[in-house]
């Protein structure tokens, strides 16, 4: 997570009590129960009927959503092996290859996405659903390495074909990603007007989304209002209680940051969340416990890399940067091999930055800047790394574009 910046802002009234600001209802506890009891229902179907391999693909995709939930990634461990147990019962060339795929892609191991969608393509009787989902798993691929034109072109493609909640949502994510955040609300918009599920929880994402990116804006009491309206549409939500406390922070109301921190921390293990909460409380002083945080997210890391390595590798990045930024440099450089991008780029870039090697880190935020990906962090790191390598004039056009998409830009102006 990125570390926000401290401004002196008028806060709300609210945010000097906690109890005030979340609500206090059980809405993700529940949301969690009912995924597990359809979890356990599947499983039963799937002993049942131990020759159908579809019923193992539902198991896989229930906890695929369940680790979005939950933030556990054994849940993704759970999914595989459901998927496994899928292909070992089937003949060869049939099971369920678009939950593979679609799980792959969740945990960005891009190289092995096109031969399970190559599977899929040779169905016999392929319907037009299924066509729809396999471009969009090809577009979500294009967004994560940089192909924002045919990423276009493909969702355009499936929503011909079917239009779709997830469609509009991936057309949000491609305008946001390019800069066009006008476009990026309407396409959420669409999206949560299609939803008529009955699980809260993808309300509450679209509602974070839409923080995020007033979050990328330096607009935070716009975010905050967004993050609020999520934890209204899932109380008790942790992921949603973490961005709360991220702009909070950003707003200058250290003191409720850290109470949601301290919360989200304890329920949740995440080594994201140790990392900043961390880094929060060594800006309070806390050093001691800031010590104690890292350290066991420094074990829960290096399990996350052992266990999916391309999912791992960028957030962990973030996580050695303090504690031992040579290694971050060698996690970037492992996350681009997987998933070439401007983003990735940029991460290098700050890793490169980190152990202060200025010209690897200028040539790779260059390849960065060269895409059509627009994001204020990139720019302001750039900025920064053009004024420690003496270009100064550059420093500060770099700025002003990084302070165009984000007034709170830290850069050199």
Same mark, same amino acid.
């Given at each position: ?75 993704? &461990? ?9 292909? @070992? ?42 066509? @729809?989902? #396999? ?5 979500? =691929? ?41 476009? &990026? ?44 309206? @999520? ?13 709360? *406390?991220?702009?909070?922070? @950003?707003?200058?109301? #250290? ?34 416990? %800031?010590?104690?945080?890292?350290? &066991?997210? /420094? ?5 996350? #890399? ?36 401007? %983003? ?5 870039? =700050? ?18 800047? *060269? ?5 204020? /962090? ?6 920064? #790394? ?17 302070? &165009?998409?984000?007034?709170? =830009?830290?850069?050199?102006?």
């Amino acid at each position: 997570m990125r570390r926000p910046l401290i401004l002196s802002v008028v806060l709300l009234g609210a945010c000097t009590d906690r109890s005030s600001i979340l609500d206090p209802g059980d809405g993700y506890e529940r949301a969690v129960a009912d995924l597990d009891r359809t979890i356990a229902a599947t499983l039963d179907r799937a002993q049942a009927q131990p020759t159908s391999w579809t019923i193992r693909g539902e198991a896989a995709e229930l906890y695929r959503s369940r680790a979005r939930l939950s933030g556990d990634w054994a849940d993704y &461990a759970k999914s595989q092996a459901q998927l496994d147990l899928a292909f @070992a019962s089937t003949p060869e060339g049939a099971g369920p290859f678009l939950a593979q795929a679609a799980l792959d892609m969740t945990l960005h191991r891009l190289s092995a996405v096109p031969s399970s969608l190559d599977q899929v393509e040779g169905t016999v009787n392929l319907d037009d659903n299924s066509r @729809a989902s #396999i471009l969009m798993l090809q577009a979500q =691929s294009d967004l994560l390495t940089d192909g924002y034109t045919v990423a276009g072109e493909r969702i355009s493609a499936a929503m011909d074909l079917h239009t779709t909640v997830g469609g509009h949502s991936n057309a949000g994510r491609l305008a946001w990603v390019t800069g066009d955040f006008d476009t &990026a609300h309407a396409e959420y918009d669409d999206a949560q007007a299609m939803y008529f599920g009955r699980n809260d929880e993808p309300h509450a994402w679209f509602h974070l989304q839409r923080g995020l990116m007033d979050l990328d804006r330096g607009r935070y009491d716009d975010a905050l209002v967004h993050y609020l309206d @999520a934890d209204a549409a899932l109380p008790g939500y942790w992921l949603v209680h973490e961005h709360i *406390a991220e702009v909070l922070w @950003a707003m200058g109301d #250290i003191a409720e940051a850290d109470a949601i921190y301290q919360d989200v921390v304890a329920r949740t293990g995440a080594p994201d969340l140790q990392d900043t909460y961390a880094e929060l409380l060594m800006e309070r002083g806390r050093d001691g416990r %800031a010590d104690e945080l890292l350290a &066991a997210a /420094d074990v829960s890391w290096q399990t996350r #890399i052992d266990a999916f390595p391309d999912a791992a590798y960028g957030h962990a990045v973030n996580h050695y940067l303090l504690t031992d930024p040579e290694r971050a440099v060698v996690l970037a450089q492992a996350q681009l091999v997987e998933q070439p991008s401007a %983003a990735a780029r940029t991460t290098l870039a =700050s890793a490169l930055f980190g152990v202060s090697r200025v010209t690897e880190a200028r040539a790779a935020v260059e390849l960065a800047l *060269a895409t059509e990906w627009r994001h204020a /962090d990139t720019f302001a790191l750039a900025s920064q #790394i053009y004024a420690a390598d003496g270009d100064i004039p550059g420093a500060i056009a770099l700025c002003e574009q990084a302070r &165009a998409m984000n007034p709170t =830009s830290e850069c050199e102006d």
